[in-house]
Structures are given as C-alpha cells and as structure tokens.
C-alpha cells in the first residue's frame, strides 16, 4: 500500500510525469516558505525587464501552496495530460502542444491581461479539448450528478460565477476580468482544436499521423 502512489506515478506516461513532480514540487517549497507566490508567477517585468526567466516554468507549475485542493487539481491535471499524451504518436509531438498552449497563454498574459498562474489556464485548455474529444464520455460529481464530457466546462464555469453572483448570477455585471480569466482559456483550446483537427479536414483527406 505504502508503494501506491509511486506505482501510480510510474504508470503515468514521462511527460505527465514530470510534470506531476514539479507541480508537486513547487507547492511544497511554496508551503515551506521558500519563495512566495509571488515569487513563482509570471509577468512581464519580472521575466523580461528583471532576467527572471525561472517565471516561465515555475508560472506553468505553480497552483497554490501545498493543501488538499492541490491534490484535487493535480488529480485533474494527471488525468486530462494523461489523456493528451496518450493522443499522440510521439513524445515531443506532445511536447511541441503544451509549447503552442502555453506560449498563446504567455502572450495574452503580456499584451491583454495578466494571468500570472498560467499552468490553472493550461489545465483548463487541457479539459476543454479532453471534453470535446471525448463528447460522450460519462462523468460524475461525487458519484450522485451525472453528465457527459461535453457539458465538463460548464460545470467548471459556474462555481466561478456563483462566486460573483452567489444569490442572481447577472451575467452582465461581471467584470472584464472574469471573462478574460475563464473564457479565454476554452476559446484558446477552440482554436487549437479547429487548426489541428478540423482545419486539415478542410483542405484534404485524412491521413494517418499525429497530431501537432
């Protein structure tokens, strides 16, 4: 029993599981006291005006110190990697994806709005293209609420609502900053999806490979 959660780790494919490892990493050197929070996220002063350049990976791995709502995301972030790595051919097909992901994340970051934790913003892509690949697939909320994939960013949106609006839910007194900071991040994964697997549809038959 004692070995579980190494054996899990090791079932988990290399990319994933390096990423598992510095998540898991930072949030303890976050709890410890170590470096703060601000420390560890991303902007553009501190990266490209001050040579803090450690910014761009720690801003990837970064979700919070240590705690049980940690281990909850990460549990998310495992499995929808998971699921993406396993979808292509090759690692660094892979590799070459979360790059594309994250680099658009780092230029909005920059140039429209700061979203400082950019691996929460990555994780939410990574579920967005999980549920409309996966449209179909059966999921549950505490083993009582069931619902398919498709509707899992819906699910994701609404607390985040409710938080602005526990008792009316006014969509239209919602700061700019909600929408930039939860509706960029599935529209992102929309165009990802369009250019990669419906574009070249488009243009010519499908053909067998992976997925950039």
Same mark, same amino acid.
């Given at each position: 029993?004692?070995?579980? &959660? ?6 988990? &494919? ?5 990423? !598992? ?69 090759? !690692? ?6 979360? @790059? ?9 970051? !920059?140039? =429209? ?22 449209? !179909? ?11 398919? @994939? ?32 939860? =509706? ?25 490979? @992976?997925?950039?």
């Amino acid at each position: 029993m004692e070995h579980m &959660p190494i054996q899990w780790l090791m079932e988990v &494919p290399i990319v994933t599981r390096m990423l !598992t490892i510095g998540i898991v990493a930072v949030s303890l050197v976050n709890f410890a006291g170590f470096a703060s929070e601000r420390d560890l996220v991303y902007t553009y002063e501190d990266v490209f005006i001050r040579g803090q350049f450690w910014r761009i990976l720690t801003s990837l791995l970064y979700f919070g110190p240590f705690s049980f709502n940690v281990l909850v995301i990460l549990y998310m972030f495992v499995g929808y990697s998971k699921y993406l790595e396993n979808s292509f051919h090759r !690692t660094k097909d892979f590799i070459t994806c979360l @790059a594309i992901l994250s680099s658009g994340f780092f230029v909005f970051s !920059t140039y =429209v709005h700061p979203l400082y934790r950019i691996g929460e913003h990555l994780m939410d892509t990574m579920l967005y293209i999980y549920s409309r690949r996966n449209p !179909t697939d059966g999921l549950q909320i505490l083993g009582i609420f069931r619902f398919n @994939a498709i509707y899992l960013p819906v699910m994701f949106t609404v607390p985040s609502v409710l938080r602005y609006h526990p008792m009316q839910g006014n969509m239209r007194t919602l700061p700019l900053t909600w929408f930039y900071e939860n =509706v960029f991040s599935f529209l992102w994964g929309h165009i990802y999806l369009f250019l990669c697997d419906t574009a070249p549809k488009l243009h010519r038959p499908a053909v067998a490979g @992976a997925r950039v």
